[in-house]
């Protein structure tokens, strides 16, 4: 089972094409600056198994592509590598962005768990490195400048020069009681909306969704990624 913080499905501003985007629950790192700190604790959040998770993820036809962040995703490595093998299974051609706060060294020669290689296996693009906000270059999918943009395979080399140092986006989705804000928010939005603290998540009253890594805010309060990219929730607000 996998403990997941937010989704979103059938998005454009978390790498090319149109993707879902899936945030996990718990980062063993704690990034200053980081936009999504309702992410980081190792708490139970939402419960889904990997083929359940998998068909949420396509339930639009339209989805060429899934998009992994959190959190950390290799914290959760064998599951998630699970679900893009079921997804690809169901639907050709798909292709995989995943974030993480490692560097790609690491987790080749001391990775943090024995699903690592398996969902590395599985990813098109590696967005490697921790957040830092003092790095923060306004470009591409990267939080920082710090950050690296590996391709481990070449379906996403025709994407290169977006994810590397493009526009950034963010999509504003609207639902019952919150707002969610997806993808890599600009420097300037970021600075319009402080990061909530620990504990605070209840007083959150509106914040872009970005981590460094991946972007998706979670349910309660803003959350970013892996440092700068967004995927955030915030109560009670119509835009995020």
């Given amino acids: 089972m996998l403990n997941v913080a937010e989704t979103c499905v059938g998005t454009r501003a978390l790498g090319p094409g149109t993707r879902s985007v899936v945030w996990v629950q718990g ?15 190792d708490r139970p959040a939402r419960s889904v198994a990997p083929a359940e998770l998998a068909a949420e993820l396509l339930a639009d036809p339209a989805v060429t592509g899934l998009t992994f962040s959190g959190g950390e995703p290799m914290a959760q490595a064998a599951g998630l590598a699970e679900v893009a093998r079921i997804a690809r299974r169901d639907r050709s051609g798909l292709t995989l962005v995943c974030f993480t706060g490692y560097r790609l060294e690491r987790l080749r020669s001391r990775p943090p768990n024995d699903g690592v290689a398996a969902l590395l296996a599985e990813v098109d693009v590696l967005i490697d ?28 080399r025709g994407a290169a020069e977006a994810l590397e140092g493009g526009p950034r986006s963010v999509e504003v989705r609207v639902r019952t009681g919150e707002t969610l ?33 991946g972007t998706g805010l979670p349910r309660e309060g803003r959350g970013y990624g892996d440092g700068a990219e967004a995927g955030r929730r915030t109560p009670g607000r119509s835009a995020r």
């Avoid at 980062?27 to 604790?41: Q, R, T, V």
């Avoid at 830092?132 to 590996?150: I, P």
């Fill in 27 to 41: 980062c063993p790192f704690h990034c200053p600056g980081c936009l999504a700190p309702e992410w980081i604790p």
């Fill in 129 to 156: 490195g921790l957040y830092v906000a003092e790095r923060n270059d306004d470009r591409g999918l990267r939080g920082s400048a710090n950050q690296r943009v590996h391709h481990l395979t070449g379906r996403l």
């Fill in 181 to 213: 804000y997806v993808g890599v928010p600009s420097r300037a939005l970021a600075e319009l909306y402080p990061p909530v603290t620990l504990g605070d998540e209840a007083n959150a009253t509106a914040s872009p969704g970005v981590q460094p890594r």
